[in-house]
């Protein structure tokens, strides 16, 4: 069954940012006293919302947050990102040879995403296609995203497939009926450990054959 829609998740897939994301956030947090470490983020708050990230926060150290605390973190992670964010490496070959369409739906903030892909140098190759959680009712690990992304392509679900770095994120496309590739090149999952698993990898350079495995396995 061929795959006719390719939806990427993007921090983490097709942005390096996950590392500068935690580092923002533990910065930030330890400013008001609240230790959080890269492997309790890397574990509990990858691919998911950021409101969904300061309930969390709140509920487990509960404290308040300031006002602003969104805001702040928002504007400095976007100034963190003008100095050091990068692509994950090979994505760019990957799609500058896309043969199908292709989207974006992820997490992020519109603001955020639409920064982030612009600094890469990929909002052209999108375009329009870029959809958030923002405009779902319930974000990762719940369906909503990808299959509003899906309905908004115009492709059923079963011929979609989804890129994702997190467990939210795998959780909601397999919850969404769609195929699904984990991505674990980013720097955010260089340590982690993994066992035996035909639909992880690592290397973009490797993408095009698991792509025509999966077709040729439906």
Known sequence: MAVDLIIFDCDGVIADSEVLSAEVLIDQLALLGIPVTFDEVRRDFVGRSFPTV?????ARFDRPLPADFEATYRARLLDRFAQGLRPTPGIGAVLAA??????????????????TLDLLGLAGVFGPHVFTASQVAHGKPAPDLFLFAADRMGTPAHRCLVIEDSQPGLQAARAAGMRVLHYTGGAHLRDAPWGADPMRFDDWRGFPALLARIEAAA
Do not use: F, G, K, Q
């Open 98 to 115: 896309l043969d199908r369409p292709a989207c974006v739906a992820t997490s992020s903030s519109p603001a955020r995403v639409a920064r």
């Open 54 to 58: 300061a309930a969390t926060i709140r």
